[in-house]
């Protein structure tokens, strides 16, 4: 059985979370590849919403084994007190259900401060979360982060907590100005934490090739989206890691082999959090009107920030980007119900820009100053559609609405999601 992958088509938060658990209840193992805490996932189940950050969708089926994957960067305060949450809400949270790989890195208060340090201090801010991301993956690329695997041993992973500090808090004062962390304080924090934690690193590889040599089924689960991808992303406001495809590779040690489905989630509208180019953003009425006021779990503002999403009209430019960056084999579109009433839509089909037109981005995703969207206007469709169970329960302007996006980027849609909770998904094909 190959590894399935559900990625983020666009700047995420598309649903990645509630599709995954739509589909996750026969899979062994269900695996975040990338990311930290700065990631939010929400899914809706028997009347329960569950908020997840670092723990794999999964978590919320009995079934599968979840797996923090190597090319995470894990906060443990945060990880232990989503564990919290969980049990209190009736889900399991032992070290038979959760596996951490030896090879994730920690991310520590050094990483937050840093992070918020540095922010304050551009010129032209990035919008990062104050999560600690970037800081973390930087550490790791300058080869003196902290693994997972050193809270296999409380004590030594204690004294690396608190060398790290100390080298931390010269750059914090030297630099930013800012006041010193507590090395010793923070060390005896980790102390706990490994104590806590170390039973819950297991060799991951091991896991899920087994898994996949006998045959069951592993869904690998990405965070953010595609566009916000280090390397391919519209850079610099992009997130530190490697969002698509080959995250999915690298942040769980599988070959390309292994590789089944490419899920891609995306949005039936464009939404991001934080700056940086947004060609199709509305901010008037029309991005009010599909953003919410937040009154509802699913209103656009962020799980993890709390900020009101940036919203506007679907963007097909950059989602055949993503399909082609991705090799991306069906996409699911969620949230069609929120353009019921919407009459026209909008959907972004070329850039104009030196006095010509691209179907395709000219110089990359990082290179979006400069162009204006070209729309074409769909009619849209009135009433309620969230009780639609089938594609012909839908409205003929929904459907054709849907038949678009496959048309414009030549792959098949196989769900199609019209409200939030699990039940109101609809097979497409």
């Not at 201090?121 to 104050?130: D, F, L, M, Q």
């Amino acid at each position: 059985m190959p590894m399935h992958v559900i990625l983020g088509a666009q700047w995420g938060d598309e649903g990645k979370g509630r599709i995954l658990d739509a589909i996750a209840s026969e899979a062994a193992i269900v695996a975040r590849y990338s990311g930290g805490d700065n990631a939010g996932h929400t899914v809706t189940a028997d009347g329960k919403i569950f908020r997840l950050h670092l723990i794999p969708s999964g978590i919320v089926h009995p079934r599968p084994v979840c797996v923090l994957g190597s090319g995470m960067v894990i906060n443990p305060q945060r990880l232990l007190a989503e564990m919290e949450q969980l049990r209190s809400q009736g889900v399991a949270c032992d070290p038979e259900r959760i596996k951490i790989s030896p090879a994730a890195h920690l991310l520590t208060p050094m990483h937050i401060a840093l992070d918020k340090a540095e922010e304050a201090s551009r010129a032209k801010r990035i919008g990062t979360t104050g999560c600690g991301i970037g800081p973390a993956y930087a550490e790791k690329s300058y080869r003196r982060g902290i693994r997972a695997e050193a809270m296999a041993q409380p004590e030594e992973c204690a004294d690396k907590i608190k060398a790290h500090i100390l080298r931390g808090n010269e750059m914090l004062e030297k630099l930013y100005g800012c006041p010193p962390l507590s090395a010793d304080a923070i060390a005896a924090e980790f102390y706990r934490y490994a104590q806590i934690l170390g039973p819950y690193v297991a060799d991951t590889l091991w896991l899920v090739d087994e898994a996949l040599r006998n045959g069951k089924t592993v869904l690998a689960e990405g965070a953010q989206g595609a566009l916000l991808d280090l390397d391919q992303g519209t850079y610099p406001f992009v997130t530190s890691s490697s969002t698509g495809v080959a995250g999915a590779l690298g942040g769980l040690g599988v070959g390309a082999r292994s590789l089944g489905r490419i899920i891609g989630v995306v949005k039936a509208f464009q939404t991001r959090v934080g700056e940086g180019p947004f060609p199709t953003e509305e901010t008037g009425d029309i991005g009010n009107r599909l953003r919410g006021d937040g009154s509802l779990p699913w209103d656009e503002f962020g799980t993890t920030t709390h900020r009101p999403r940036r919203c506007g009209w679907l963007d097909l430019v950059l989602l055949r980007y993503s399909t082609r960056l991705n090799g991306i084999t069906e996409f699911v579109v969620t949230k069609l119900d929120i353009l019921s009433g919407l009459n026209p839509i909008r959907v972004c089909n070329a850039y104009r820009g030196s006095g010509r037109d691209y179907r395709d981005l000219p110089m990359g995703a990082s290179r979006l100053d400069g162009f204006e969207a070209v729309y074409e206007d769909l009619p849209g469709w009135e009433g309620d559609i969230r009780q639609a169970r089938t594609r012909k329960e839908l409205p003929g302007a929904a459907r054709k609405y849907v038949e678009k996006i496959e048309r414009e980027t030549d792959v098949p849609v196989s769900l199609v999601s019209v409200g939030s909770n699990r039940e109101e998904i609809i097979p497409w094909n």
